[in-house]
């Protein structure tokens, strides 16, 4: 492998999710790393800890997932661009380090690359099951961001996107693969480093005696500095004021945890990303996300082959969730079809903005494997009749 100066690995490659994920955040600025070896995720970190010493950067394994997902917190703060990999259980070990990243705004990346579940569950096998962790898993009140790639190309693209988001709003940003994608190898292509373009960090341009580390820009985004830039900061997972200092007044509260759910709120609707193909027409709308978005495809396919007005919206942002641009499609379509490998999770949201205008139909699987694409098919025949 030959990267270039940045440590881009420019060119045409034959990679799987996984190692094309790592490409991308390395493409995207992270020097740092802490992790814990868990399948269906290790690849990205096992990919990174090879790659790191040739662009200069540090991956450290962790004990386990509690101290990676708080180590890389102290990166970040340090300076360093950072993220942590992991699936199921680790993931659920990582909840209060999330909350943590999200009250002290801390830019910073988690991939999940999600397996059946509960519990230990299907180490090897894929599921969609996290989807609603990866929103609400911690406590409290608070804004997220999660991704959802479909092929390894996109792995590449959104990593970046990824921690471009993480930086523009100053918040954790959630990347959630899920074993097929994370496990499948086809073509990646990555441009040179000067071709991606790279948000960098909101480091202040105020001096000490005057800055607010907690203070909100117009965008309700407050700019950041790092330790040993002179300035005393303090961060804290508690309340706290404009300094950082804890104050636990009501007031403070809702002023604070409003605006760590608001200042996502242009990603929700505007700057929402999505794919979508035969709306015009359509009369039944597959809503899909990950794999189960490839495997939609045919099903929609066959579904036009017998002449049923199907098209496609593809969540590629899940979360903030695009709820205005789906109410707007459910106002003229006769139904929502949801794949997904869970037994109902993204379901809920599309009736919840479906707001009673058309049917939603869910089309679940507990995971394992993928949905056959009759399933599908068969749910797209019957919301048309």
């Known amino acids: 492998m030959h990267a270039d100066p940045k440590g881009v690995l420019t060119g045409v490659h034959f990679i799987d999710g996984d190692h094309a994920c790592c490409e991308g955040l390395l493409a995207a600025g992270a020097r740092f790393s802490s992790g814990y070896p868990i399948t269906p995720s290790t690849e990205v970190v096992e990919r990174f800890a090879q790659r790191i010493p040739t662009v200069g950067g540090v991956f450290i394994q962790?004990?386990?997932?509690?101290?990676?997902?708080?180590?890389?917190?102290?990166?970040?703060?340090?300076?360093?661009?950072?993220?942590?990999?992991?699936?199921?259980?680790?993931?659920?070990?990582?909840?209060?380090?999330?909350?943590?990243?999200?009250?002290?705004?801390?830019?910073?990346?988690?991939?999940?690359?999600?397996?059946g579940g509960p519990s230990t569950g299907l180490p090897t096998l894929p599921a969609q099951a996290d989807m609603m962790q990866a929103r609400w898993g911690s406590h409290g009140d608070y804004g997220m961001i999660a991704l959802c790639p479909n092929s390894p190309q996109e792995c590449f693209d959104?990593?970046?996107?990824?921690?471009?988001?993480?930086?523009?709003?100053?918040?954790?940003?959630?990347?959630?693969?899920?074993?097929?994608i994370g496990h499948m190898t086809e073509k990646v292509v990555i441009p040179e480093a000067e071709k991606i373009e790279v948000t960098p960090r909101r480091w202040t341009?105020?001096?000490?005696?005057?800055f607010q580390l907690f203070k909100p820009k117009a965008d309700m985004v407050p700019d950041m500095v790092k330790a040993g830039d002179g300035y005393s900061i303090h961060v804290t997972g508690l309340t706290h004021d404009e300094r950082g200092y804890?104050?636990?007044?009501?007031?403070?509260?809702?002023?604070?945890?409003?605006?760590?759910?608001?200042?996502?709120?242009?990603?929700?609707?505007?700057?929402?990303?999505?794919?979508?193909?035969?709306?015009?027409?359509?009369?039944?709308v597959v809503v899909s996300y990950g794999i189960t978005s490839r495997v939609a495809q045919r099903a929609l396919k066959l579904a036009r082959e017998q002449g049923?007005?199907?098209?496609?919206?593809?969540?590629?942002?899940?979360?903030?969730?695009?709820?205005?641009?789906?109410?707007?499609?459910?106002?003229?379509?006769?139904?929502?079809?949801?794949?997904?490998?869970?037994?109902?999770?993204?379901?809920?949201?599309?009736?919840?903005?479906?707001?009673?205008?058309?049917?939603?139909?869910?089309?679940?699987?507990?995971?394992?494997?993928?949905?056959?694409?009759?399933?599908?098919?068969?749910?797209?025949?019957?919301?048309?009749?």
């Not at 004990?63 to 942590?84: C, H, N, P, R, Y």
């Not at 969730?321 to 707007?328: G, H, M, N, S, Y």
């Open 62 to 115: 962790m004990e386990d997932e509690l101290a990676a997902s708080i180590t890389l917190q102290g990166a970040v703060w340090a300076g360093a661009k950072a993220f942590t990999v992991t699936s199921g259980p680790g993931f659920s070990l990582m909840m209060e380090h999330i909350g943590l990243a999200a009250m002290t705004e801390t830019p910073c990346v988690f991939v999940d690359v999600q397996r």
């Open 246 to 284: 804890p104050n636990m007044t009501v007031d403070v509260q809702d002023r604070s945890v409003r605006r760590l759910v608001n200042k996502l709120t242009p990603l929700a609707n505007e700057r929402a990303i999505f794919e979508t193909a035969d709306l015009d027409d359509a009369e039944v």
């Open 308 to 385: 049923i007005k199907a098209g496609k919206f593809r969540l590629i942002s899940a979360w903030p969730f695009p709820t205005e641009r789906l109410r707007a499609l459910a106002g003229r379509v006769k139904a929502m079809v949801v794949p997904e490998i869970n037994l109902g999770q993204m379901v809920l949201e599309v009736e919840r903005a479906a707001a009673g205008k058309c049917k939603v139909i869910p089309v679940s699987h507990a995971g394992g494997t993928v949905h056959n694409p009759e399933v599908i098919l068969k749910a797209i025949v019957e919301a048309a009749r």
């Open 205 to 210: 341009s105020e001096p000490p005696e005057t």
């Open 158 to 180: 959104l990593a970046i996107t990824a921690f471009n988001l993480a930086e523009e709003f100053r918040t954790p940003v959630m990347l959630m693969l899920d074993e097929c």
